[in-house]
């Protein structure tokens, strides 16, 4: 069956870096958009990153543009967010989820999460 499963959270000093990962199973990735998303506590869930299927553009959000990096490896079957500069306000729990062709589609198979806290 479908599964997205993130990885790579972690405690990280403001203006640290991480790298998250997002591995799928049970469907072609280069079939689809992948993207990324955060919720932090107490706020609503926010889109950050996304990478189309067709041809591989990416989008940010203003909050993340020139430190995150969004890249996806169809060989390894897993799509990256790399992450710089990063500051107590990207502290929240990030998910990947499948879209459709492209980035604007809707999300129908999400990954469980995992947990970025950036402080010092």
């Known amino acids: 069956q479908v599964q997205l499963v993130e990885s790579g959270g972690g405690l990280v000093q403001p203006g640290g870096s991480l790298r998250l990962s997002c591995a799928a199973s049970g469907f072609t990735l280069d079939y689809y958009a992948i993207g990324w998303f955060r919720q932090a506590p107490g706020k609503e869930r926010e889109g950050v990153s996304c990478?189309?299927?067709?041809?591989?553009?990416?989008y940010y959000a203003d909050s993340v543009k020139g430190r995150f990096t969004i890249y996806r490896d169809n060989a390894k079957t897993t799509v990256y967010l790399q992450m710089k500069s990063l500051k107590p306000e990207d502290t929240a729990v990030y998910y990947c989820a499948r879209g459709g062709s492209s980035c604007t589609a809707e999300y129908d198979y999400w990954g469980q999460g995992t947990e970025v806290t950036v402080s010092s």
């Open positions: 990478i189309s299927r067709s041809d591989g553009s990416t």
